[in-house]
Structures are given as structure tokens and as C-alpha cells.
């Protein structure tokens, strides 16, 4: 289904089952940082709780779910997960700035998760920033999220030379289908 719809598959370290990236249609961020002694469940909380902020930030009335997930008005809009190991974090997640096609989505997840008979179900619990506040830009929500998952801190830099010798070995790894099977 994937090959069908044109869409890359890519593995992450971190947990949850599955994100679907629409390019435009959403906003993936990912954050890397350390623990400084938080555990799982304190890292979640400063995370999501910035994730949050940025939201209400724009006005959205968020509300957090299985400590990870973000409804509006009872409608899932975004969703997150993390890998915590040794004092270094990884959350990256995604919040859904326009529709993803519950069809194609039903097509592409694993059966065992959804099936055609879902998706009255999959399209009443999700939703988008267009759908429930239109005025939001793509560059309002980045902002909001910047500012907060940073702590006002995001800047743009260049990167050294060892970190873009590192950025090609760990390409070479990436490359390699089997670098990682999942946690499941």
C-alpha cells in the first residue's frame, strides 16, 4: 500500500506503532536533548506539557490523552513518542495541520489495527489545525512549537566538522534496511 501511495518507510528508535508524514499536510518535529535525570514519565510530562502550551498558545483548547496523545474538541490532532536511553532523549512526534485521508491511512496500517469496517471511526476521532482553526499558518504553528520545545532557546547554526562526518557514517548506517527491528 505504501508503494501504491508513493510513500517512504522510515524507521525511528523511538516507540508507538506508526506516523504517517503527508509532507505539507502535517508538522514532524523531532528533539533530541538530555534527560537530566527525568525518567520516562517526567520526560513525557515536560514534553508534552511544552507541546501543549504551544497549542494553547494558538488558541486550541488541547487536551492530553495516554500522556502522549493531543485532542481538540474530543478529536485527536497530534501524537508524539520518545526513546529514553542512558541520559539522552529522543521525542519526535507529529501534529496534524491538514486532513490525512482516512482512506489511504485505513489501506497502509496494519490490519490488525484497523480494517475497512473502521473508518467511520478513524475519520469522526481525528482532526486537523485547518479544520478546527483555519486562521493558524503552517509558520504560526512552527513558531509556537520552536519556542516552546526549546525553551526560547532554537537558533540556527553551522555545523562543526566532526558533526558532518558524523552525519555521513550514521547515513551509511541508516542505508542499511536491517539497522533496526523495532521495539516491538
Do not use: M
Given at each position: 500500500a505504501c508503494k501504491k501511495y508513493h510513500l517512504d518507510i522510515v524507521r525511528t528508535p523511538g516507540g508507538g506503532r506508526a506516523v504517517?508524514?503527508?509532507?505539507?499536510?502535517?508538522l514532524s518535529y523531532s528533539v533530541i536533548a538530555?534527560?537530566?535525570g527525568l525518567n520516562h514519565e517526567?520526560?513525557?510530562?515536560?514534553?508534552?506539557g511544552r507541546i501543549a502550551e504551544a497549542l494553547k498558545t494558538l488558541g486550541?483548547?488541547?487536551?492530553i490523552?495516554?500522556?502522549?496523545?493531543?485532542?481538540?474538541?474530543?478529536?485527536?490532532?497530534?501524537?508524539?513518542?520518545?526513546?529514553?536511553?542512558?541520559?539522552?532523549?529522543?521525542?519526535?512526534?507529529i501534529v496534524l495541520y491538514e486532513a490525512h485521508p482516512p482512506e489511504m491511512m485505513i489501506e497502509i496500517m496494519s490490519k490488525k489495527l484497523y480494517s475497512q469496517?473502521?473508518?467511520?471511526?478513524?475519520?469522526?476521532?481525528?482532526?486537523?489545525?485547518t479544520e478546527v482553526s483555519p486562521e493558524i499558518t503552517r509558520e504560526d504553528l512552527v513558531g509556537a512549537l520552536r519556542e516552546t520545545l526549546t525553551n526560547g532557546k532554537?537558533?540556527?547554526g553551522e555545523l562543526t566538522t566532526e558533526e558532518e562526518e558524523e552525519v555521513k557514517r550514521r547515513t551509511q548506517?541508516?542505508?542499511?534496511?536491517?539497522?533496526?527491528q523495532g521495539n516491538i
Open positions: 504517517l508524514h503527508l509532507g505539507k499536510k502535517d538530555p534527560a537530566n517526567q520526560i513525557y510530562e515536560v514534553f508534552c486550541l483548547p488541547v487536551e490523552r495516554e500522556k502522549n496523545d493531543f485532542y481538540v474538541w474530543g478529536r485527536k490532532i497530534a501524537g508524539n513518542a520518545l526513546r529514553h536511553q542512558d541520559d539522552t532523549v529522543t521525542q519526535h512526534g469496517e473502521d473508518l467511520p471511526e478513524l475519520k469522526a476521532r481525528l482532526t486537523s489545525i532554537y537558533c540556527i548506517k541508516y542505508k542499511n534496511p536491517n539497522w533496526f
